[in-house]
């Protein structure tokens, strides 16, 4: 009997076995997820520790991408950053998993569309066994390898969401779990702070920067004299610090009267510079409002002016545009630019660091320019000095000698002899005269920082000198327009004409009239004097001619006897090379 009892038990176990196999199958199976979740916590934890080690941004979401995947054993993660600002979108987009080559034949990175935006919209955990089976689901673009399975969370930094984890295909081809999705909301919480505290780094390396910057590029301006040099310091140096793409400088205190003076980061062609209109730009809305303005596209934007359209420039997206600012108020902007390619750069940078920077620059350039006016203004001390010398003393010698030889030539009939005396006294006339105008000429500058104010006392000498107020006309921004490279020669011209008209005129009224276009600079001297031979020799009117030449420019002269003279110097607007 116990035989066939055990033989009637024999093909089937007993109740106490079943019982034990199943609790100690499940104990196993408890026991390995307890080790598999002691496991990721502890990855967790290193993960943590391995993403505080890296304080530069760019580092940190890498590393957060990397070990999302790694802690719940997906083929593919991504981090997408939210566009800053009302925007909806994605800014960055920081992916893991995809070989390059793949990511290459994709083409453009997702921008936040379609399951990607779920997240965005309702920024809270999302759990999907099929990402295409989703009503919003946008699809995969070409060459996209298939993705399924499929598990969100949000980064929050405080209140305030940051971006979004992407975590795709499973490993084994399951869906994420439950604990999948503990594990990536702790570490979504742990990398918020870890990016908070980037962040915060990065944003106090950037002022230092900046602070850097300013220091050197003050220091570096004491010791600079030429105003077009100073420029391209402060527009090299802006570039440089800001990660910008290209830089330049627009200088100008009336928002009509503007004037593209240097550029840093692309090819320079000043013809095609100088044929922007600045009317109505960025520009000219900063220089008249004092405020920065930037703009994420410059070509989208109706306010704005693109620069792109220039040969050899790249095609620029976001611009920033910072007024430089001194005591007597804005005398230009500094605008910085970035490719659409390199737009992340522009939105690190908070305007107030190169409005900061524009505005030391500014003064910087302010002390430079009142330290050379001083140097000037001694050395036009000076020239007074020995103007007055020359004419209270020099002349007046030399005028008394030639008084002296022709008393002696009146008292002699040497036919030899006379002529001689004759001659030196011609030769010590001439002389007279040309110390004369050299004494007139010392007050041109050979670099006026101000040739509005220079023209005007040049005139006002002329007229002290013809016994006359000669009319003077000035039309266009001449302060701004006038290259530096012709101040001297318009200057020098000028007071050549003037001169002229001093000594042969005998002019009763005197009229200078200099304009200034987009195209050229001109000087005009018209008198209702006596008029002029054209066709004797004129030393004044060839060296007016050869100054015009220099700069691209031509002396146009109009005159007869009896019937007045008109002179006019014209010279083009824009730099050109100079004749050897």
């Not at 399924?148 to 929050?156: A, E, K």
């Not at 240097?262 to 520009?283: I, K, N, T, W």
């Not at 011209?493 to 009224?509: D, I, K, Q, W, Y």
Request: with cysteine.
């Amino acid at each position: 009997m116990e035989h066939g009892e055990h033989g009637q038990h024999g093909d089937e176990p007993a109740l106490g076995a079943v019982a034990f196999d199943d609790l100690l199958r499940e104990v196993l199976a408890r026991m390995d997820g307890a080790l598999d979740q002691q496991a990721r916590l502890r990855l967790l934890l290193d993960a943590v520790v391995t993403m505080a080690g890296d304080l530069t941004l760019d580092g940190v979401l890498a590393r957060i991408v990397a070990v999302a995947g790694q802690l719940v054993d997906a083929q593919y993660a991504a981090l997408g950053v939210l566009a800053s600002g009302t925007g909806r979108g994605l800014r960055t987009f920081v992916h893991h998993g995809m070989a390059t080559e793949v990511v290459t034949r994709i083409g453009e990175l997702p921008t936040g569309h379609g399951l990607l935006g779920l997240l965005i919209d309702d920024p809270r955990p999302i759990r999907l066994h099929d990402i295409a089976a989703h009503p919003v689901s946008y699809g995969f673009p070409a060459n996209h390898p298939p993705m399924r399975s499929f598990l969100g969370v949000p980064i929050r930094i405080r209140d305030k969401v940051f971006g979004n984890l992407y975590l795709t295909e499973k490993a084994g081809g399951g869906d994420f779990t439950d604990i999948d999705q503990e594990v990536v909301v702790a570490l979504a919480a742990a990398a918020g702070v870890v990016i908070e505290n980037a962040t915060l780094y990065e944003e106090a390396e950037h002022r230092q920067a900046w602070l850097t910057a300013t220091a050197e590029t003050v220091a570096l301006l004491a010791g600079e004299s030429e105003a077009e040099h100073a420029l391209q310091a402060v527009a090299d140096r802006a570039r440089a610090v800001s990660g910008a793409d290209v830089s330049w400088v627009v200088t100008g205190s009336d928002g009509a009267a503007l004037r593209l003076e240097v550029v840093s980061g692309a090819p320079v062609d000043l013809d095609a510079m100088q044929r922007l209109r600045m009317e109505d730009s960025l520009a000219s809305l900063v220089v008249r409002s004092g405020e920065a303005v930037a703009v994420e596209d410059v070509a989208a934007d109706a306010r704005a002016v693109d620069p792109s359209s220039i040969d050899g420039w790249p095609r620029l997206g976001p611009v920033m545009v910072v007024p430089l600012r001194s005591g007597r108020g804005v005398e230009g902007v500094l605008s910085l630019a970035w490719t659409k390619a390199n737009a992340e750069g522009f939105r690190r940078v908070d305007p107030a660091l190169p409005a900061s920077f524009a505005e030391q620059a500014t003064l910087a350039l302010q002390v430079a320019r009142s330290r050379t006016d001083q140097a000037r203004l001694i050395v036009f001390e000076d020239r007074d000095r020995i103007g007055q010398d020359l004419h209270d003393l020099v002349i007046q010698r030399l005028f008394a000698v030639g008084l002296g030889l022709q008393s002696v030539a009146n008292m002699t009939r040497d036919p030899q002899v006379t002529p001689r005396l004759e001659q030196a006294i011609d030769d010590l006339d001439g002389t007279i005269k040309d110390i004369r105008r050299t004494i007139f000429s010392l007050g041109a500058m050979e670099q006026a920082s101000d040739v509005q104010s220079e023209i005007e006392r040049l005139v006002d000498r002329a007229g002290a000198t013809m016994k006359l107020r000669p009319r003077l006309t000035i039309d266009g921004p001449l302060r701004t327009a006038v290259a530096p490279a012709v101040v001297p020669d318009l200057l020098a011209v000028l007071g050549e004409a003037l001169t002229n008209v001093t000594r042969h005129a005998r002019a009763g009224t005197v009229h200078v009239h200099v304009r200034v276009d987009a195209s050229c600079v001109s000087v005009r001297v018209a008198d209702d004097g006596q008029g002029m031979d054209l066709d004797a020799p004129q030393s004044g009117l060839d060296n007016m001619r050869k100054r015009a030449i220099k700069h691209g420019g031509d002396v146009e002269v109009e005159s007869a006897p009896g019937s007045g003279t008109t002179v006019t110097w014209t010279v083009p607007s824009t730099p050109h090379a100079e004749t050897p």
